[in-house]
């Protein structure tokens, strides 16, 4: 972290918490590799790199719900960062506001496997 860069694992992946800068909602969470980290903060749009797909992609390149970045925090470790954005609309695939749109039911009690939508 002495470059003011995150701790990269050993996959050269560090896990990105995103959140709306205005509300404080989780949006979702991916992961960045350094090149990924360097065009976030060079563009101010996030960008981010798919373990499924190998390749880097930014936010919005097909949708065009584009998030731009206002801050990134570290957390503690180095092994973590929070980018909190503006976004242009919906950050899941599904179309929903945020990628954490199911609630486990009764948690209070254990919980249990079923999910409530909202």
């Known amino acids: 972290m002495s470059d003011g860069a995150p701790r990269f694992d050993e996959d050269g992946l560090v896990t990105a918490v995103v959140q709306d800068a205005d509300s404080a909602e989780v ?6 590799n350094r090149e990924a980290w360097d065009l976030t903060l060079r563009t101010r749009r996030a960008t981010f790199f798919s373990r499924s797909r190998q390749r880097l992609w930014e936010k919005g390149e097909t949708s065009g719900n584009t998030m731009h ?46 999910t409530k939508v909202d």
Not at 27 to 32: E, G, K, T
Not at 92 to 114: P, Q
């Open 27 to 32: 949006l979702m969470v991916a992961h960045m």
């Open 69 to 114: 970045l206002r801050t990134v925090r570290i957390d503690c470790d180095g092994d973590a960062i929070l980018l909190q954005v503006h976004p242009d609309g919906p950050a899941c695939h599904t179309g929903a506001r945020t990628c954490f749109f199911s609630e486990l039911e009764d948690v209070s009690n254990g919980g249990n496997a079923n």
